[in-house]
C-alpha cells in the first residue's frame, strides 16, 4: 500500500545532542512537509519542500534544519534539541501544493534528557 | 499561527447520536480541511471543501461553510465508538510561493459511548 513511513516512531535524545527524522514515503507526491504537535495542541507547520524548493516558515527556530535528498525522502535535522522540542513530529505528503488533502505518516514522538 | 478554532473542545455522546464540531476562523481562505486523529497517531483527512462551496458529503460525514460568518461545521451522523478521535479544521491559504498552506485549529476530541 502507497504509504507515508516514519522512523523512529520514538526517539529519545539528550539535551543538546543532534537528532535526525526520517519521513519516507511511496506516493510520489511532489510536496513533503514538517509539522510539530506538542501535546493537546494544533500540529504547527515547520516548512516544506515543493520539489526541491525548500519553504520554511518565518517562526520556525534555526535550530530546525531539512533536506530532502530525493523525492521519496525528507529528513529533520534538530541541531541542539531543548526540552521544548519535546513533540510528535509529523511528516505528511500531498500530490500537488493545492486544493489537495495531506497524507500523514504516524508521527515521531520526540523526547529530550 | 493559529486560524481556526474548533469548538467544543470536547463532546461526550452515545453511540448513535449525531456528533456535531464548529470551526471558525479569521482571514480569507482558499479551502477548509477537516482531519481526524487517533491517539498518539498522525492525522487522517475526512473531507475538503472549496471556498465557493457550501456544503460537502462523504458517507455519514457533512461539512458546511459559511464564508460570510468564516465557520464551518462538521456532522458526523449515527456515530460509532470507533469514531472516537481528535477532529481538526485547517485553513488553506496560499503563500508568497504560490503554494497552500494549512493552520490547523486545536481540535475537538470526540468521546462516542458504546
Known amino acids: 500500500d502507497a504509504m507515508v513511513i516514519q522512523n523512529p516512531r520514538y526517539q529519545v535524545t539528550q539535551f543538546g545532542k543532534p537528532v535526525t527524522l526520517s519521513c519516507s514515503q511511496t506516493?510520489?507526491?511532489?510536496?513533503m512537509y514538517w509539522y510539530q504537535q506538542k501535546s493537546s495542541q494544533a500540529p504547527k507547520l515547520l516548512f516544506h519542500?515543493?520539489?526541491?524548493?525548500?519553504?520554511n516558515e518565518a517562526d520556525t527556530p534555526d535550530n530546525f534544519q531539512s533536506r530532502r535528498p530525493n523525492t521519496s525522502f525528507c529528513f529533520l535535522d534538530i541541531r541542539s534539541p531543548g526540552l521544548g522540542d519535546a513533540a510528535m513530529y509529523l511528516c505528511a505528503t500531498s500530490r500537488d501544493p493545492r486544493y489537495n488533502e495531506q497524507f500523514f505518516g504516524p508521527g515521531t514522538r520526540l523526547t529530550v534528557l | 499561527s493559529q486560524q481556526g478554532e474548533e469548538d467544543p473542545q470536547a463532546l461526550s455522546i452515545q453511540e448513535g447520536e449525531n456528533a456535531t464540531m464548529n470551526c471558525s476562523y479569521k482571514?480569507?481562505?482558499?479551502?477548509l480541511q477537516w482531519y481526524r486523529q487517533n491517539s498518539g497517531r498522525g492525522l487522517v483527512h475526512l473531507i475538503l471543501?472549496?471556498?465557493?462551496?457550501r456544503e460537502k458529503h462523504s458517507g455519514r460525514l457533512r461539512v458546511t461553510l459559511d464564508t460570510s460568518k468564516k465557520s464551518s461545521s462538521l456532522l458526523i451522523t449515527a456515530s460509532r465508538a470507533a469514531d472516537t478521535a481528535s477532529y481538526f479544521c485547517a485553513t488553506a491559504t496560499i503563500t508568497q510561493g504560490g503554494s497552500e498552506k494549512l493552520v490547523f485549529g486545536k481540535g475537538t476530541k470526540l468521546t462516542v459511548n458504546p
Open positions: 506516493l510520489n507526491h511532489n510536496v
Open positions: 471543501i472549496r471556498s465557493n462551496e
Open positions: 482571514t480569507s481562505i482558499n479551502n
Open positions: 519542500y515543493y520539489d526541491k524548493d525548500f519553504n
